[in-house]
């Protein structure tokens, strides 16, 4: 018989092919699924922790001034109301003191002592559109009123230099100061001393200002060729306290140089996107809730980057600085007094929430503008009378008669008043003549 040769079926099925084009196994895909929304939980919950650690950070870099919050809730009674054309607004005064006691008492003076050496009023515009930065005198003499010591005692009221209010009564004495003075309800303030400056201008990376003539101030720390340069810390506070070397030596032209290194400021601020870049927002908003005491409405981070938000989104151009009508006390030329109505009408015209106009330092004002009565702070239409509620008063009684002469904020000559005679033609309280300031917007380095 033959050999049956037919192939004989394998008994073990054949293998399978593996197409590489095939998806994983679903178990493993499922497991990779899981791995990689874990770390992406983990990287969520990780930086929400670190994004609340940095919040509470900052927010309790910010030291609540409440002694002044105390004292200003006591004398409610005493301080001005808002306007009803004026909702919405906010008024900020900013004090800039020259505390001598810790780290700044290496500026010399006596420990402990302090003054406002610097006092800006700074309005925002209800409609956030405009924003007025007035510089108030520090040697400006005004009536301040009774204020409580840090010792408990109060002082008596009377007519004195401007920034002895601070010294005497601090920040609550100041703001009180400038509500009389300007019938302006003052909604916040801020205080930042010598270092706290310093910081605020390294945090930003320094502040270009020009310098027309070299300067070698000892007193001020401060030694700079001429030229356009930018300015840190050490160097950029010597600029701003610098007096007695720099033009007539008057704190009037400090002031100037103050407000062009504030304008200078806002512009870096604007131009680079500080405020809305993380990465150059941080070490700004270490050093500002670092640097700063507030008032408890301002004392916390959300309020003060409310704040940066507000004056962000003002054009430059309509950020206005000007230092409040002043001219030399006919009673001490080494001290300042408030030139009428020119001053009245600026407070009035923030009062009111309107904007003010300014003319460029030392330029000639339009014919008629500003003209009026130059008889002197406390005699604003003659006879010792106010046109309206604002305290005008800030000579002796020899001014209130109306006699003397003088020039307005324009450089206009004032009419002679005879004694107890009512001025003439002098312009209405309400009425806003333009002023000697700038806008921040000008480059003061072009100009050089």
Not at 283 to 307: N, Q
Request: aromatic residues 4%; charged residues 20%.
């Amino acid at each position: 018989m033959a050999e049956d040769d037919t192939a004989h079926p394998p008994t073990d099925p054949p293998p399978t092919d593996a197409h590489p084009s095939e998806p994983e196994h679903p178990r493993r895909r499922r497991r990779w699924l899981m791995i990689t929304a874990g770390v992406v939980a983990f990287l969520l919950v990780a930086t929400g922790a670190l994004l609340w650690i940095a919040y509470r950070t900052l927010d309790g870099n910010i030291r609540t001034d409440s002694d002044t919050d105390r004292l200003l809730a006591r004398l409610e009674a005493e301080r001005p109301s808002r306007t009803a054309g004026a909702k919405g607004s906010e008024n900020i005064l900013l004090i800039g003191s020259d505390d001598r006691s810790g780290t700044n008492s290496t500026y010399g003076g006596e420990p402990g002592t302090q003054r406002s050496d610097t006092t800006i009023l700074l309005h925002l515009a209800a409609d956030r559109k405009h924003a007025t930065a007035v510089s108030i005198p520090r040697d400006v003499m005004v009536t301040v009123p009774a204020c409580e010591k840090p010792d408990g005692t109060r002082s008596k009221a009377g007519l004195m230099q401007f920034n002895w209010a601070f010294e005497m009564g601090g920040a609550a004495c100041s703001i009180r100061a400038v509500e009389q003075l300007s019938g302006i309800r003052i909604d916040h303030y801020v205080i930042l001393d010598f270092n706290g400056f310093k910081t605020m201008v390294n945090a930003i990376g320094g502040v270009e200002v020009c310098v027309p003539q070299a300067i070698h101030d000892k007193d001020a720390r401060l030694d700079l060729p001429a030229g356009r340069q930018t300015l840190h810390g050490e160097q950029a506070l010597g600029y701003v306290r610098a007096r007695e070397s720099l033009g007539d030596g008057s704190d009037t032209q400090r002031m100037g140089r103050q407000q062009q290194f504030l304008a200078a400021l806002v512009r870096k601020v604007q131009s680079q996107g500080v405020l809305l870049n993380p990465a150059r927002l941080w070490p700004v908003l270490d050093a500002a809730t670092s640097s700063v005491k507030a008032d408890g409405g301002l004392s916390s981070l959300g309020a003060l980057y409310d704040l940066t938000q507000d004056l962000r989104d003002i054009p430059s151009a309509d950020v206005v600085l000007l230092t409040a009508p002043r001219r030399p006390y006919r009673y001490d030329s080494d001290r300042d007094e408030f030139v009428q109505p020119q001053t009245t009408q600026l407070f009035t015209a923030l009062r009111d929430d309107r904007s003010v106009a300014v003319r460029p330092p030392g330029s000639a004002p339009s014919p008629g503008a500003g003209a009026g009565v130059g008889a002197g702070a406390g005699a604003g239409v003659g006879a010792g009378a106010s046109p309206n509620p604002v305290a005008t008063g800030t000579s002796p009684s020899p001014a209130a008669t109306g006699a003397g002469t003088g020039a307005g904020s324009d450089g206009a000559a004032g009419a002679a008043g005879a004694a107890g005679a009512p001025a003439k033609a002098s312009p209405s309280a309400d009425a806003s003549p333009t002023f000697e300031g700038r806008t921040a917007d000008v480059d003061a380095c072009a100009q050089h």
